[in-house]
């Protein structure tokens, strides 16, 4: 056994002070109202640090150096364990728009690592193919297309790993496609759209419940003539069951646009996001992909044609919330972890620090850096 002390504890109840943490092999036994020691526990001091838990991601192209398209079970773990350094203890590996032959490995891939006791890995994450070509991106252009029944069926049918995919509903046989989803159990989630109200609403209805990296790859509100027509953004706004995720770097979307979806769409349906490419965790070396560079904190592609995706690490998501965007830290953890538990179906045993739940947990300094990461009971960092 392990027992926190010294810290600053998230609870779901709100913050404790002068409590503890005990955790029994991979789960949580106890968060008590005191920090007497418990008999046989080993001792973690949190010197004074915010205990909160662990970060869940879900939506992610890679880190380290190496990217989920690959496909390899090599880079999976160098790219999973780059992110569980800087605070993701749960993670969905994210594909972008791809073709079946790649899909199909990194599903067999994704399965292999999802089968070992204890792993971080909770599921694959399709973003594509099926977008609108006049949001492309970075997609892969020659690989975008409408949904294809007898693809997606396939893939749907044989891939238990795969827990989300993302599509434009706009496209012919959106509402198929959807429903498919859901039937398999798998989170269908908006995408690299132009679709209009009558489109989000339809969607909706068929089930898709999620909208991706929201505010990017896809248009804001936009004058028809003399008229106002709503964009996705404001469709989504609208719908209120749907639920968010905001890549959280301070760059793809300002300080100023996280704040507003936090204040109306609120923490339970605001997910935190890096959407990070295989440049993240490198400590700024991306000589492994001659097609991007690294300018303002954010991957590009290298002629500069298109914003590739971010570098952002959990912590950094969290920082940016807190400093930037005047988020309170109880909220910007909540929507790092509660929330993504909730929206993938897993909060019966990860993103709160409850009695029962896994040993997924996090230390943040004052100025929200990290000094301590658990995954499963598993100490993988210390800096106290």
């Known amino acids: 056994m392990k027992q926190i002390v010294n810290g600053r504890i998230l609870t779901p109840q709100g913050w404790l002070e002068g409590g503890s943490i005990v955790v029994d092999g991979n789960k949580i036994k106890a968060v008590l109202p005191t920090d007497l020691h418990?008999?046989?526990?080993?001792?973690?001091?949190?010197?004074?640090?915010?205990?909160?838990?662990?970060?869940?991601?879900?939506h992610v192209h890679g880190g380290g150096g190496r990217d989920f398209m690959e496909g390899t079970e090599e880079a999976f773990r160098v790219a999973v364990d780059a992110h569980l350094q800087n605070g993701t203890t749960a993670i969905y590996p994210t594909l972008s728009s791809s073709t079946v032959e790649m899909i199909e490995a990194a599903v067999k891939t994704c399965q292999k690592l999802m089968d070992e006791p204890d792993s971080p890995v909770m599921g694959l994450h399709l973003e594509g193919p099926y977008f609108n070509p006049a949001q492309a991106g970075a997609q892969i252009p020659e690989w975008i297309k409408a949904p294809q029944p007898e693809e997606y069926n396939k893939i749907l049918k044989e891939s238990p790993c795969l827990k989300r995919w993302d599509e434009a509903p706009e496209l012919p046989g959106s509402v198929e496609f959807i429903k498919s989803c859901c039937h398999h159990g798998v989170l269908p989630s908006i995408a690299h759209t132009r679709a209009?109200?009558?489109?989000?609403?339809?969607?909706?209805?068929?089930?898709?419940?999620?909208?991706?990296?929201?505010?990017?790859?896809?248009?804001?509100?936009?004058k028809n003539r003399e008229f106002k027509t709503a964009g996705t953004v404001e469709s989504i706004f609208a719908e209120e069951n749907m639920t968010v995720e905001m890549i959280a770097d301070g760059i793809h979307v300002p300080p100023v646009m996280l704040r507003m979806i936090y204040q109306i769409k609120g923490v339970e349906k605001t997910a935190l996001v890096t959407d990070s490419l295989a440049c993240s965790c490198t400590h700024g070396n991306a000589a492994f992909d001659p097609r991007v560079i690294l300018e303002d904190g954010v991957c590009k592609l290298a002629d500069r044609s298109a914003l590739a995706g971010s570098i952002a690490t959990m912590d950094r998501l969290i920082r940016t919330c807190v400093q930037q965007a005047g988020i309170p830290l109880e909220d910007a953890c909540r929507m790092a972890s509660e929330t993504p538990a909730r929206i993938m179906g897993i909060i019966d045993r990860k993103g709160t620090l409850e009695p029962g739940k896994d040993a997924d947990i996090i230390m943040l300094d004052a100025d929200q850096n990290i000094k301590f990461v658990m995954q499963m009971g598993r100490v993988v960092r210390s800096e106290l």
Request: aromatic fraction near 8%.
């Open 38 to 58: 418990v008999v046989d526990a080993e001792i973690i001091d949190a010197g004074g640090a915010d205990v909160v838990p662990g970060g869940i991601e879900m």
């Open 196 to 222: 209009t109200y009558d489109d989000v609403h339809a969607a909706n209805e068929a089930g898709m419940t999620h909208a991706t990296h929201f505010y990017n790859a896809m248009p804001v509100v936009y």
